[in-house]
């Protein structure tokens, strides 16, 4: 289950062998529910939310819905994200590779065969698949090499190895010149330069300088990094390696072996648990 966005979270309910994908009210009503062939379902952003259907190769295209679950973007792209400012972050389909933005392995899109029944690239794959942006009637905006969502008014893409910062008209306000960018949250966004990462404001200056092997975004005014959880001064707040972000003042972190804690802005191990069995799920995202 999804969370909640703009009235309607998605779910996937078990149903024979096929896994449809439907969208629920806050009462627990079902107000879009899909025939046997969708197999995900995004959270809905300014009106719209996108959905992947099964294809007979890799793992289905995917399209955009309205609210009523109409089709109003078809099938057609390999990766997709949610709309801001009018506009979505997509990869295309085709004969190329998906380059994964987490750091997770490359991807096959619909159109090509994964490697084995685990998944992978054909080895005769050598192209990167085109990125970038599309508005409301699927029409592509921009091109880049690679791109972010938009996040507060600036989406982080990449073009000629380097990455920078647009906004909704396709201009650089912060020209490209890092090596890896994150989204803006909260007024500044994670960049890497020269092996290191730091964070810039929106006029691309520096709020602190390149220090850090890793680093996340900003949440409640902390972020993750591989010191630990650090404030917009770069004052180190908790040392924690493994952690989320802090959502209305808590972050869920790993302790010891086998015991999991919240911990609040000081610090603070708020409380502390240990469950009998520990599963993946369970475990605080490690950054990359």
């Known amino acids: 289950m999804e969370p909640f966005s703009e009235g309607l979270a998605a779910v996937t309910r078990f149903s024979g062998s096929s896994f449809p994908a439907a969208y629920i009210d806050k009462s627990g009503n079902t107000v879009i529910e899909f025939a046997k062939g969708v197999s995900e379902a995004g959270q809905f952003s300014e009106g719209l939310a996108a959905v992947r259907m099964y294809g007979s190769v890799s793992s289905g295209k995917l399209g955009y819905i309205d609210r009523s679950g109409t089709l109003v973007i078809?099938?057609?792209f390999a990766v997709g994200g949610a709309f801001h400012e009018g506009?979505?972050?997509?990869?295309?389909?085709?004969?190329?590779?998906?380059?994964?933005?987490?750091?997770?392995?490359?991807?096959?899109?619909p159109s090509v065969?994964?490697?084995?029944?685990?998944?992978?690239?054909?080895?005769?794959i050598t192209q990167r698949c085109a990125e970038g942006f599309i508005d409301r009637t699927g029409k592509v905006a921009f091109l880049f090499e690679?791109?972010?969502?938009?996040?507060?008014?600036?989406?982080?893409?990449?073009r000629g190895g380097r990455w920078g910062f647009i906004g909704p008209d396709g201009r650089f306000l912060i020209e490209p010149r890092f090596e890896a960018a994150q989204s803006f949250s909260e007024g500044v966004a994670a960049v890497k330069h020269e092996g290191k990462w730091g964070y810039v404001d929106r006029s691309g200056s520096w709020l602190l300088s390149p220090q850090f092997a890793s680093a996340d975004d900003f949440s409640d005014d902390l972020a993750l990094t591989d010191k630990g959880y650090i404030d917009k001064s770069g004052k180190l707040i908790a040392v924690v390696k493994d952690g989320t972000a802090f959502v209305q003042g808590l972050a869920h972190v790993g302790l010891r072996a086998g015991e999991f804690g919240y911990i609040n802005h000081l610090g603070k191990i708020v409380f502390r648990y240990r469950p009998r069995i520990a599963k993946a799920s369970m475990l605080p995202y490690s950054t990359p």
């Open 87 to 109: 506009l979505a972050a997509v990869a295309f389909d085709g004969q190329c590779f998906v380059e994964a933005r987490d750091g997770s392995p490359r991807s096959a899109p």
């Open 113 to 124: 065969p994964a490697a084995t029944s685990c998944g992978g690239v054909p080895s005769f």
């Open 74 to 76: 078809p099938y057609q």
């Open 146 to 158: 690679s791109v972010r969502d938009f996040s507060e008014g600036l989406a982080a893409v990449e």
